[in-house]
C-alpha cells in the first residue's frame, strides 16, 4: 500500500510542485502506466498459482526494495516520469495478484474472510494512508532519495513479515 500511495498522490503532488511538471501530462502517464498496473495482476497471480502467493508476494517485495533504492534518480530521470511510473505501478500490479491469497491463508477458514478483509482494510488505511504526508516531509526535509529509503523499509517489513507469517493453510 504504501508503493501504491507514493505512486498515485505523492508522485502526482512532487512532481507538479517540486519538478514543475505539467499537470495534464504527467496525469496522463499516470493513467497510461496505469494499464500496466492492470497487467501485473494477472501476471503475479498466475504465478502465485505455480510458486505460491507466499513466494511471490516475498519476490515482489524484493523488488520493491530494489525499486526503492533508486526511486528518486528515476523520479528525476531527464527522459520523464513515464519509466518511474510505468515501473512502479507494475509492481502494485504484481502485489497485488497474490495478495488475496496469501492474506486469506493466513487465517482459519471460520474467520477467513473478516480476518483477511479487516487485515486488508486496516493496511490500507493505517498502514500507508499517511505514506504521502510522511513521504512529503521526508523529501523536503532530506531529499527525494529518502522517500526512496522510506518504501524500501516498508518493503523490507512486508518482506519479513511474509517470510514468518503462519499459514492455516
Do not use: C, E
Amino acid at each position: 500500500f504504501v508503493l501504491f500511495y507514493l505512486m498515485t498522490v505523492f508522485a502526482l503532488s512532487w512532481a507538479t510542485t517540486a519538478l514543475h511538471q505539467h499537470r495534464n501530462a504527467f496525469l496522463v502517464q499516470q493513467m497510461i502506466s496505469a494499464l500496466l498496473f492492470a497487467a501485473g495482476i494477472p501476471i503475479a497471480s498466475m504465478a502465485s498459482d505455480r510458486y505460491g502467493a507466499r513466494a511471490v508476494s516475498m519476490a515482489v517485495a524484493a523488488l520493491i526494495f530494489v525499486f526503492g533504492l533508486v526511486f528518486a534518480p528515476l523520479f528525476t530521470l531527464g527522459v520523464g516520469p513515464f519509466p518511474f511510473l510505468a515501473i512502479g505501478l507494475l509492481l502494485i500490479g504484481f502485489t497485488y495478484g497474490p495478495l488475496g491469497t496469501a492474506l486469506a491463508q493466513m487465517f482459519p477458514t471460520a474467520v477467513r474472510y473478516t480476518g483477511s478483509s479487516l487485515a486488508f482494510n486496516f493496511a490500507g488505511i493505517l498502514g500507508a494512508s499517511l505514506a504521502p504526508y510522511v513521504a512529503t516531509w521526508l523529501a523536503k526535509t532530506y531529499g527525494l532519495q529518502f522517500v526512496g529509503y522510506y518504501l524500501s523499509a516498508a518493503a523490507l517489513i512486508t518482506f519479513v513479515a511474509f517470510r514468518f507469517a503462519r499459514y492455516v493453510d
